[in-house]
């Protein structure tokens, strides 16, 4: 089992940052990738970003890029979302999650942090 505790998320003005953080504790060794998930108010959830933990490749999503950084600090095993240039439509709930196959289906989720970018 793993588990994932995520914070950082706040209130923050049109074109300001934050920075999410999630914190994996348990079978850590099990873990072949990490990401970011958001879900706004009657919205269905959407992939922000991902990062390998071997290797550390990445992936954005199109709305983020350019904006958003996923990084990963393996020694703290946790895992990083910068945000930067924030906008009112970045406005949802960030959940951490984690997978045990690159290929996989997502098996551990966070509790969530809520992110409010006001305009």
């Known amino acids: 089992q793993v588990q994932l505790v995520e914070s950082g998320g706040g209130l923050v003005q049109a074109g300001g940052s934050l920075r999410l953080s999630c914190a994996a504790s348990g079978s850590i060794a099990s873990i072949a990738a990490m990401g970011w998930y958001r879900q706004a108010p009657g919205k269905e959830r959407e992939f922000v970003a991902l990062?390998?933990?071997?290797?550390?490749?990445?992936s954005h999503a199109e709305a983020v890029k350019g904006r958003f950084t996923i990084s990963r600090d393996n020694a703290k095993n946790t895992v990083y979302l910068q945000m930067n240039s924030l906008k009112p439509e970045d406005t949802a709930v960030y959940s951490c999650?984690?997978?045990?196959?690159?290929?996989?289906?997502?098996?551990?989720w966070g509790q969530g942090t809520q992110v409010t970018v006001s305009s």
């Open positions: 990062i390998l933990w071997s290797g550390g490749t990445t």
């Open positions: 999650a984690a997978k045990r196959a690159v290929s996989g289906r997502w098996d551990y």
